[in-house]
């Protein structure tokens, strides 16, 4: 088992980094009824932002904390206006908006940044092995990890302790409840792909030195959060973390151990839960 | 002859709330049953499980002697359970009559076959002149015809019927209690209906529920007059 | 006076390759196979309900084994064709399961999955796909000419074949089942068994997709089956009307032509005006999406839509 303990941690910060990311697909798909296509999107421009003001020094981690999620929440909330005319329920029409707007902020990021994956400088007192018993291992990847898991617990405490949690919660079983709860969908559209923007955001700074920012990131990630979100269940925050942590490891400790057949084990657990549930899921997803 | 249709404490929740509660129903062949009873009483929700569009949270449904608890709402109306629902369920892009022919097709070997039958029960149900004309251009009450159209195109053996006369006009109430008395004999028939002068015109034996749970049954005339069934109402009212 | 409209237009159809320089002409062909996978995609979009992102997996799937049915000498273009069909339906019977069951945008998330699976396998298993590098499949006709009027031939058929079919009574069920699914049910008619029918149906027309593609571009890579490509094609059928076969070919060969053209245009750019393209089609043709049903759209004054019936059906 020894030599697997650095795939194994790897597989455990690219989860939690998987994590952050779909709990944001999961918002907008289970809240506001959208599958966003453009959430990589929002990923990238947090992971552009953090490469482009990281400098190695510590005063660039708020800075680009701050600048990059608020950057990404600034594009969820626009996409959610732009969503504004669609009507609810018409998903080929938000498939199609939210491709067009992915596509188009890949192109512009690609415009603004350049075509080729950039680099991402981590503050200096991080950028150094480790020592973890008798292995060495990145300081960041572990600092990473230490983050993650409190962001992944305080995102968990929000959903079941706060009441606008629970509302979230609730509105995920039950779509028509929000719309009996008398809320304008509009608000909940814009506050909840606003959250989902930051959530990505965050992701994106905190998680480019794992997947870092290139013109294929975007694409990258929404995929994996797409395959999380779906593992997980659609509707549950333990199984969405259970899914990326598994989603990680496949990705990591799958291809350490099994080289050649990793990238299926990944879809062939998908369609494998997917057969399993299938029936059961039908009567959730006839009512939503 | 044995019951066609026999429920065994059949109950449905929604959360905490008891939609049908151990209902027990014995409805011989050829009965006209009406299930009346105040807004919330589980009528709707005991004709979506004997139809097999929702499933129970307990007990058990027999048809024609045979256990269907667990058969799905299409197996259900290939054994001849047909329906109508609350809110005229038809399909708004097909014609008039391909709605007629397709409602009878598994029942009927086919939509060519069907298309027959279909036309002649436009005519009694009187839209003849609406035969070609696309269903999302009917009126109400004329999609409602269309599915009790629908609905008896299947010749069901047990035809359930919910609230068929709400929304209709004067001329098409007339139609409706028309065909409805024109049904054959060996058809058995459960009405949920709030307008009471069909359900006296049209069943053998009333049984009012209230919160799910059985209150009395009798005959047209013993429920007009019976004290537990105004308690019922006024109970709800109150 | 549809025919007046059709019949020119299949004639100049077979006209166009003695019109046009060659490249036009194979670029034309690759069109029209990219039009035949936008059936497929609209038979499952507009027609049964399902919108679909992941019709390229069958279209792969059929690519290769026509491919390696010519590269074993197995058979020429016909018997390729007809392998493309039957590996496209069996790999769409395998996948029913996870499809068939599922509505709306979930559909669009698990064909997502079976599209992005499908080019990881093409990818990885080199035995049968050359991997990244592609195939290159064994010349069939002699001409770009020939290879256009190949493809162009075999697209009316299965078109008209997919018409037909619609015309038929089990077109009627599809269109009742999209309509109101717990209305067919009721009706004792099995639902998802006319789905996976047409889910079967479309992965078999995708797979002969796939056959044409090697015929007429005597290659075949991962890229050809990208998710871009699938989004297009989704772009393409809900452009030409979802629920129109004829609409479906159109649009998509306007869409996939419309990228080629502003990629040579303007090379890095091309993206960013797609991108455009599709948030305008979005905006534009709303309710070609909704309704998936344009011959509605000249008398909408007179007749409510399906939908909107459905709406009154709910609230009153």
Redesign the interface.
Not at chain 3, 273 to 285: I, S
């Given at each position: 088992m020894d030599p697997y303990l650095i795939p194994a941690l790897d597989g455990v910060a690219y989860g939690l980094l998987l994590f952050v990311v779909a709990a944001g697909l999961v918002l907008s798909f289970g809240v506001a009824g959208i599958l966003n296509l453009a959430h990589g999107t929002l990923y990238a421009i947090g992971a552009y932002v953090a490469a482009w003001l990281a400098d190695g020094g510590w005063a660039a981690v708020p800075l680009a904390l701050v600048a990059g999620v608020a950057g990404a929440t600034a594009a969820g909330t626009a996409l959610a206006g732009l969503l504004t005319p669609v009507k609810r329920g018409d998903h080929l029409t938000q498939a199609l908006l939210t491709f067009g707007l992915a596509l188009a902020g890949g192109s512009l990021l690609v415009s603004a940044f350049g075509p080729e994956d950039l680099p991402v400088r981590v503050p200096a007192a991080l950028d150094r092995p480790i020592d973890l018993a008798g292995h060495s291992y990145a300081a960041y990847r572990l600092v990473f990890i230490v983050v993650a898991a409190v962001i992944a617990v305080g995102l968990y405490l929000a959903l079941t302790r706060t009441r606008a949690g629970m509302l979230v919660r609730a509105a995920v079983d039950d779509p028509q409840m929000v719309a009996c709860l008398g809320v304008n969908p509009t608000r909940v559209r814009v506050g909840v792909l606003a959250v989902s923007g930051a959530l990505a955001g965050l992701a994106g700074v905190l998680g480019a030195p794992i997947i870092g920012p290139g013109p294929s990131t975007a694409a990258t990630v929404l995929l994996l959060s797409l395959v999380v979100v779906v593992l997980g269940g659609l509707n549950s925050v333990v199984g969405t973390l259970v899914a990326a942590l598994a989603v990680g490891e496949i990705q990591t400790l799958g291809v350490a151990l099994l080289p050649t057949a990793a990238p299926f084990l990944l879809y062939a657990a998908m369609a494998l839960i997917l057969a399993a549930r299938a029936r059961g899921l039908l009567r959730r997803w006839s009512t939503a | 002859m044995a019951d066609v249709l026999i429920t065994e404490a059949l109950t449905r929740r929604y959360g905490s709330l008891v939609a049908v509660d151990r209902l027990d129903l014995r409805i011989a062949p050829g009965e006209r049953r009406a299930i009346i009873g105040p807004n919330g009483a589980g009528k709707t929700t005991l004709l979506d499980l004997v139809?097999g569009?929702i499933r129970p949270s307990g007990g058990r449904i027999r048809f024609d002697g045979r256990d269907v608890t667990g058969y799905?709402?299409?197996?259900r109306?290939?054994l001849g359970i047909?329906?109508i629902?609350q809110?005229?369920?038809?399909?708004?892009?097909?014609t008039t009559l391909?709605?007629v022919?397709?409602?009878?097709?598994?029942?009927r070997g086919?939509?060519?076959r069907s298309r027959h039958t279909a036309v002649e029960l436009l005519d009694r149900l009187g839209l003849a002149a609406q035969a070609g004309a696309?269903?999302?251009?009917l009126s109400?009450g004329q999609?409602r015809q269309l599915e009790i159209a629908?609905a008896l195109a299947?010749e069901p053996r047990l035809l359930l019927l919910d609230e068929p006369a709400a929304?209709l006009s004067a001329v098409e109430f007339e139609r409706l209690g028309e065909v409805l008395r024109d049904l054959p004999e060996d058809v058995t028939v459960l009405l949920v209906e709030h307008r009471l002068d069909l359900v006296y015109a049209l069943a053998d034996v009333v049984t009012v529920l209230r919160d799910g749970q059985y209150v009395a049954t009798g005959t047209p005339d013993e429920i007009r007059v019976s004290h537990a069934v105004r308690q019922a109402y006024s109970g709800a009212v109150a | 006076m549809k025919w007046l409209v059709l019949l020119p237009a299949v004639a100049l159809a077979v006209a166009v390759p003695w019109l046009v320089d060659d490249y036009t002409t194979a670029t034309l062909s690759r069109l029209l196979v990219l039009g035949l996978v936008g059936v497929s995609v609209a038979l499952l979009t507009g027609v049964t309900g399902l919108p679909t992102l992941g019709q390229t997996a069958p279209f792969a799937a059929g690519a290769y084994a026509a491919a390696q049915v010519g590269l074993h000498e197995v058979g020429g273009p016909p018997v390729q064709l007809l392998a493309a069909a039957g590996v496209g339906a069996a790999f769409a019977l395998l996948t029913a399961a996870l499809v068939v069951y599922a509505r709306g945008v979930v559909v669009l998330m698990i064909t997502l999955a079976i599209g992005e699976l499908a080019i990881t396998v093409a990818s990885r298993w080199k035995a049968a796909t050359g991997g990244t590098d592609g195939l290159i499949a064994t010349a069939a006709f002699d001409s770009d000419r020939a290879r256009y009027l190949y493809a162009l031939a075999v697209v009316g058929v299965v078109v008209t074949l997919v018409l037909l079919a619609l015309r038929s009574p089990a077109g009627l069920l599809l269109r009742a089942s999209r309509d109101d699914e717990a209305r067919m049910r009721a009706s004792g008619h099995p639902v998802t068994a006319y789905l996976a029918g047409a889910y079967v149906a479309a992965g078999a027309i995708a797979g002969a997709g796939g056959a044409l593609l090697v015929t007429t571009q005597q290659y075949v890579s991962p890229a050809d089956f990208s998710f871009d490509t699938a989004a297009l094609l989704l772009l393409g059928v809900v452009i030409g009307g979802a629920g129109s076969m004829l609409g479906a070919v159109a649009g998509t060969a306007l869409v996939f032509a419309a990228r080629d053209w502003l990629s040579g245009l303007l090379p890095g750019h091309a993206p960013l005006l797609l991108g455009a393209l599709f948030v305008l089609t979005a905006y534009l043709l709303p309710r070609g999406v909704a309704g998936f049903d344009w011959r509605r759209i000249g008398r909408r004054d007179r007749a409510a839509s399906p939908r909107a019936v459905r709406r009154a059906n709910q609230e009153a």
């Amino acid at each position: 088992m020894d030599p697997y303990l650095i795939p194994a941690l790897d597989g455990v910060a690219y989860g939690l980094l998987l994590f952050v990311v779909a709990a944001g697909l999961v918002l907008s798909f289970g809240v506001a009824g959208i599958l966003n296509l453009a959430h990589g999107t929002l990923y990238a421009i947090g992971a552009y932002v953090a490469a482009w003001l990281a400098d190695g020094g510590w005063a660039a981690v708020p800075l680009a904390l701050v600048a990059g999620v608020a950057g990404a929440t600034a594009a969820g909330t626009a996409l959610a206006g732009l969503l504004t005319p669609v009507k609810r329920g018409d998903h080929l029409t938000q498939a199609l908006l939210t491709f067009g707007l992915a596509l188009a902020g890949g192109s512009l990021l690609v415009s603004a940044f350049g075509p080729e994956d950039l680099p991402v400088r981590v503050p200096a007192a991080l950028d150094r092995p480790i020592d973890l018993a008798g292995h060495s291992y990145a300081a960041y990847r572990l600092v990473f990890i230490v983050v993650a898991a409190v962001i992944a617990v305080g995102l968990y405490l929000a959903l079941t302790r706060t009441r606008a949690g629970m509302l979230v919660r609730a509105a995920v079983d039950d779509p028509q409840m929000v719309a009996c709860l008398g809320v304008n969908p509009t608000r909940v559209r814009v506050g909840v792909l606003a959250v989902s923007g930051a959530l990505a955001g965050l992701a994106g700074v905190l998680g480019a030195p794992i997947i870092g920012p290139g013109p294929s990131t975007a694409a990258t990630v929404l995929l994996l959060s797409l395959v999380v979100v779906v593992l997980g269940g659609l509707n549950s925050v333990v199984g969405t973390l259970v899914a990326a942590l598994a989603v990680g490891e496949i990705q990591t400790l799958g291809v350490a151990l099994l080289p050649t057949a990793a990238p299926f084990l990944l879809y062939a657990a998908m369609a494998l839960i997917l057969a399993a549930r299938a029936r059961g899921l039908l009567r959730r997803w006839s009512t939503a | 002859m044995a019951d066609v249709l026999i429920t065994e404490a059949l109950t449905r929740r929604y959360g905490s709330l008891v939609a049908v509660d151990r209902l027990d129903l014995r409805i011989a062949p050829g009965e006209r049953r009406a299930i009346i009873g105040p807004n919330g009483a589980g009528k709707t929700t005991l004709l979506d499980l004997v139809a097999g569009a929702i499933r129970p949270s307990g007990g058990r449904i027999r048809f024609d002697g045979r256990d269907v608890t667990g058969y799905g709402p299409a197996r259900r109306a290939q054994l001849g359970i047909g329906r109508i629902h609350q809110r005229p369920a038809v399909w708004p892009s097909l014609t008039t009559l391909d709605n007629v022919a397709v409602a009878a097709a598994r029942r009927r070997g086919g939509v060519r076959r069907s298309r027959h039958t279909a036309v002649e029960l436009l005519d009694r149900l009187g839209l003849a002149a609406q035969a070609g004309a696309e269903a999302a251009r009917l009126s109400h009450g004329q999609r409602r015809q269309l599915e009790i159209a629908m609905a008896l195109a299947g010749e069901p053996r047990l035809l359930l019927l919910d609230e068929p006369a709400a929304g209709l006009s004067a001329v098409e109430f007339e139609r409706l209690g028309e065909v409805l008395r024109d049904l054959p004999e060996d058809v058995t028939v459960l009405l949920v209906e709030h307008r009471l002068d069909l359900v006296y015109a049209l069943a053998d034996v009333v049984t009012v529920l209230r919160d799910g749970q059985y209150v009395a049954t009798g005959t047209p005339d013993e429920i007009r007059v019976s004290h537990a069934v105004r308690q019922a109402y006024s109970g709800a009212v109150a | 006076m549809k025919w007046l409209v059709l019949l020119p237009a299949v004639a100049l159809a077979v006209a166009v390759p003695w019109l046009v320089d060659d490249y036009t002409t194979a670029t034309l062909s690759r069109l029209l196979v990219l039009g035949l996978v936008g059936v497929s995609v609209a038979l499952l979009t507009g027609v049964t309900g399902l919108p679909t992102l992941g019709q390229t997996a069958p279209f792969a799937a059929g690519a290769y084994a026509a491919a390696q049915v010519g590269l074993h000498e197995v058979g020429g273009p016909p018997v390729q064709l007809l392998a493309a069909a039957g590996v496209g339906a069996a790999f769409a019977l395998l996948t029913a399961a996870l499809v068939v069951y599922a509505r709306g945008v979930v559909v669009l998330m698990i064909t997502l999955a079976i599209g992005e699976l499908a080019i990881t396998v093409a990818s990885r298993w080199k035995a049968a796909t050359g991997g990244t590098d592609g195939l290159i499949a064994t010349a069939a006709f002699d001409s770009d000419r020939a290879r256009y009027l190949y493809a162009l031939a075999v697209v009316g058929v299965v078109v008209t074949l997919v018409l037909l079919a619609l015309r038929s009574p089990a077109g009627l069920l599809l269109r009742a089942s999209r309509d109101d699914e717990a209305r067919m049910r009721a009706s004792g008619h099995p639902v998802t068994a006319y789905l996976a029918g047409a889910y079967v149906a479309a992965g078999a027309i995708a797979g002969a997709g796939g056959a044409l593609l090697v015929t007429t571009q005597q290659y075949v890579s991962p890229a050809d089956f990208s998710f871009d490509t699938a989004a297009l094609l989704l772009l393409g059928v809900v452009i030409g009307g979802a629920g129109s076969m004829l609409g479906a070919v159109a649009g998509t060969a306007l869409v996939f032509a419309a990228r080629d053209w502003l990629s040579g245009l303007l090379p890095g750019h091309a993206p960013l005006l797609l991108g455009a393209l599709f948030v305008l089609t979005a905006y534009l043709l709303p309710r070609g999406v909704a309704g998936f049903d344009w011959r509605r759209i000249g008398r909408r004054d007179r007749a409510a839509s399906p939908r909107a019936v459905r709406r009154a059906n709910q609230e009153a």
